[in-house]
Nanobody, 121 residues
Framework: QVHLVESGGGLVQPGGSLKLSCAAS????????ANWYRQAPGKQRELVAG???????HYADSVKGRFTVSRDNAMQTLYLQMNSLKPEDTAVYYC???????????????WGQGTQVTVSS
């Protein structure tokens, strides 16, 4: 069983920065793809950033150039560096890890509990 715990959320002014962390129970991010999702009140959950097991990054258009996803060297912690924050970035941010067997017959999907990010003056 994989457990994920997010931290680093808080209140920040527009234009400010925050760095979110997602600590895994094991060194999983070399074999699990990882994503950051967010959900604002009254809105659907959306994918904001992800990183493949090979280290390729992808981002939603709304955060390109402002957010950066990364992993630590031990492959046990996932990060989301958020710069130039906007009020519309306000949401609960969730860490997600996905494992797919080589044969494509098994997929495991794990989620953290979420951390609140509020961007307001």
């Amino acid at each position: 069983q994989v457990h994920l715990v997010e931290s680093g959320g808080g209140l920040v002014q527009p234009g400010g920065s925050l760095k979110l962390s997602c600590a895994a129970s094991d060194r999983i991010f070399s074999i699990y793809a990882a994503n950051w999702y967010r959900q604002a009140p009254g809105k659907q959950r959306e994918l904001v950033a992800g990183i493949t097991t090979g280290g390729s990054e992808h981002y939603a258009d709304s955060v390109k150039g402002r957010f950066t996803v990364s992993r630590d060297n031990a492959m046990q912690t996932l990060y989301l560096q958020m710069n130039s924050l906007k009020p519309e970035d306000t949401a609960v941010y969730y860490c997600n890890a996905v494992f797919t067997a080589a044969a494509g017959t098994t997929t495991l999907d794990y989620w953290g509990q979420g951390t609140q990010v509020t961007v307001s003056s």
